[in-house]
């Protein structure tokens, strides 16, 4: 590496205040993709069930899940309706298969953002891999001179 390509020690200080920065965006890119992750199992699950009631009638019984194991017997009096919330605390009633048609919307508005947080974390993630790579050269070329300097100017040398 010539002198003009070697980097000094305040670029390789900012390559490394850059790259902490990249590693908390990529953290929080990574926090995002569980949450929205998630949603889609649950956006998955919601989409399952409702298949799961359609062609019920009233008055069939089941067993709903109230945490730690537990459930509770209970009838549906309305198997053909699902509450859904609509944002704010609103909610309406829809049919099965408008319900459906929502939650299956929103499942494809939170893959492709998912996809798309994705692809950012890819990009700063390769990003961090070529500062990496450029400090990583950069600090071995300048222990590479100041071993040089030191076998050249070492106690064999006045001899």
Known sequence: MSSSQELSNEDIQKMSSQFQQLQYQADALTQQ???VGASI???DKAINTIAGFE???DGHEILIPIGMGTNIMANLSKP???IMEIGAGISTEKDLDNAKKS???RKEELTKFHQTTQNNLNQIVTKMQEIESVVTTAVKA???DQIAQQTNQGPMQGL
């Open 103 to 105: 939650l299956e919307t």
């Open 55 to 57: 062609g019920v009638e």
């Open 33 to 35: 993709l569980d949450v």
């Open 142 to 144: 300048q222990q590479a």
């Open 41 to 43: 199992a649950e956006s």
């Open 80 to 82: 053909d309706t699902v």
